[in-house]
């Protein structure tokens, strides 16, 4: 079956100092990615999305994420976090069964002043 | 406002009690789902529909039903309960046929209905 694995389920940062959120996906082929944030007591919002294009792919609030086939990886990164950035974060990909998605387990990010 | 619109937000049950979750979309979107999420399982998809009358099952859709009679309205039906069921429910909707799955249009969601069964 087609998965997606986060690879950690919470992250820990200062603010100020780079995030990194890690995601592997299992596929014979290159799926569409997606990274979703979640903040509290709120819906998901996207972030980004990879669909073979660029493989480097730029998103809201100076967010990024690399696709890298020969690793299967999809990890999100900013340079500098803000206390804003401090929720849950969905690494999702889709392509295989029309019309579905399928998500990792979540990775939740706190900042610490 | 463009929006996904949950309802109820917050509803606690009791076992075998049948109850409806609407969602209601108003960007006249064509595609829209349901998904269930537990914490360390992420979000599961439970029923998706492209069209109106066209569905098709997710992940985990024992337990529920959904209908599509008319574009903005995607209702989730649990006619018999149980604890198990117990979850955050989101509803999403998107603009195309064309599946968001692969990637040609964003997932709207709405702000999730939380289920208790007792």
């Known amino acids: 079956a087609q998965s997606v694995t986060q690879l950690d389920s919470h992250v820990s940062v200062s603010e100020g100092t780079p995030v990194l959120l890690r995601c592997n996906y299992s596929?014979?082929?290159?799926?569409?990615l997606f990274w979703y944030v979640q903040h509290p007591n709120k819906g998901l919002q996207l972030l980004l999305k990879?669909?073979?294009?660029?493989?480097l792919v730029k998103g809201i609030n100076g967010f990024e994420a690399e696709f890298k086939k020969s690793e299967t990886s999809f990890h999100l990164t900013k340079p500098s976090a803000h206390m804003s950035d401090a929720a849950e974060y969905f690494c999702?990909?889709?392509?295989?069964?029309?019309?579905?998605?399928?998500f990792g387990q979540g990775t939740i990010l706190t900042v610490h002043p | 406002e463009a929006q996904v619109t949950q309802n109820p937000r917050y509803l606690i049950t009791v076992t075998g009690k049948k109850l409806t979750v609407t969602c209601s979309q108003n960007?006249?979107?064509?595609?829209m789902s349901w998904y269930r999420q537990d914490p360390g399982l992420g979000l599961r998809q439970i029923y998706y529909?492209?069209?109106?009358?066209?569905?098709d099952k997710g992940d985990v859709p024992e337990g529920y039903k959904v209908s599509r009679k008319e574009k903005r309205n995607f209702p989730l039906i649990l006619e018999s309960p149980s604890p198990n069921q117990t979850s955050l429910y989101f509803c999403?909707?998107?603009?195309?046929?064309?599946?968001?799955?692969?990637?040609?249009?964003?997932?709207?969601f709405g702000a999730g209905s939380r289920l208790t069964v007792l």
């Open positions: 960007m006249n979107h064509e595609y």
């Open positions: 999403a909707s998107s603009l195309s046929r064309v599946p968001p799955s692969f990637g040609a249009n964003v997932l709207t």
């Open positions: 999702v990909r889709g392509g295989t069964s029309y019309g579905k998605l399928t």
């Open positions: 529909s492209m069209n109106v009358e066209v569905t």
């Open positions: 596929s014979s082929y290159s799926p569409s």
């Open positions: 990879y669909t073979s294009a660029a493989t």
